[in-house]
């Protein structure tokens, strides 16, 4: 088994430049989270997928950030024109939804540290 | 409405003692309250997580201990040792409007040896 991986774990970039972070989840796992952390602070939420369909996004997600799950299995979370506020850490979570999975279990990934100098 | 309040900030507890963080919330809607466990450098690991039908719900020496009518959970950890030195997270999951967890600001727990 293999949890949920990011990748990559860390990525520092210039202000203004784009980046690219990819999620992979639990194999057998329909939803997937992204979520931001920074130092200090809980996960916030950002967005979530069941299978390919985004089905929530938080205003915190400004229109620089977008993510995908084409094919509902990895998922990648893009930030163009980067800015230093976006220094955090994003973290994916996984989670099976549907009959018998009242609760939705999040397992987390390792997370992908982004430092914008 | 969507916040949870966490305290302490921070916590220092002896090998063998009681380690008690409490956790508040306002929204009636949110029916699931997991804990995370985050250890530096890495990604929450759930711990324990309690439905608003049951008060108590104990897993080893972790016991999450929640009152519906005050809107309040708490994670005790009995017998606290210095591998649980780690920051710990409340979280709430709404059920009717979304499916995001909101989590709380953490507390960053110090078991001394």
């Known amino acids: 088994d293999t949890g949920v991986s990011q990748n990559p774990r860390h990525k520092i970039t210039k202000r203004g430049q784009n980046v690219t972070f990819r999620c992979d989840p639990i194999s057998e796992h329909n939803r997937l989270y992204w979520y931001r952390q920074t130092l200090g602070q809980g996960p916030e939420f950002l967005t979530y997928?069941?299978?390919?369909?985004?089905l929530e996004k938080s205003r915190l997600l400004s229109d620089r950030f977008s993510a995908e799950r084409p094919k509902g299995s990895f998922s990648t979370l893009e930030i163009q024109r980067t800015e230093q506020g976006d220094s955090a850490m994003y973290l994916c979570?996984?989670?099976?939804w549907g009959a018998g999975a009242a609760t939705d279990t999040q397992y987390f990934g390792p997370g992908t540290r982004l430092t914008v100098l | 409405q969507q916040q949870v309040k966490q305290s302490p900030q921070s916590l220092i507890v002896q090998k063998g003692g009681i380690s008690i963080i409490n956790c508040a919330y306002e929204n009636t809607a949110f029916d699931y309250f997991p804990w995370y466990q985050q250890f530096p450098g890495k990604g929450p690991a759930l711990l324990i997580a309690?439905?608003?039908?049951?008060s108590e719900k104990k897993e080893g020496r972790f016991t999450i201990s929640f009152n519906k009518s005050a809107k309040q959970f708490s994670l005790h950890i009995m017998d606290s040792q210095p591998g649980d030195s780690a920051t710990y997270f409340c979280a709430a999951r709404g059920n009717n409007y979304g499916q995001n967890f909101v989590f709380g600001p953490g507390t960053r727990l110090s078991v001394l040896p």
């Open positions: 997928f069941q299978n390919e369909a985004q």
């Open positions: 309690i439905r608003p039908d049951v």
């Open positions: 979570a996984s989670s099976s």
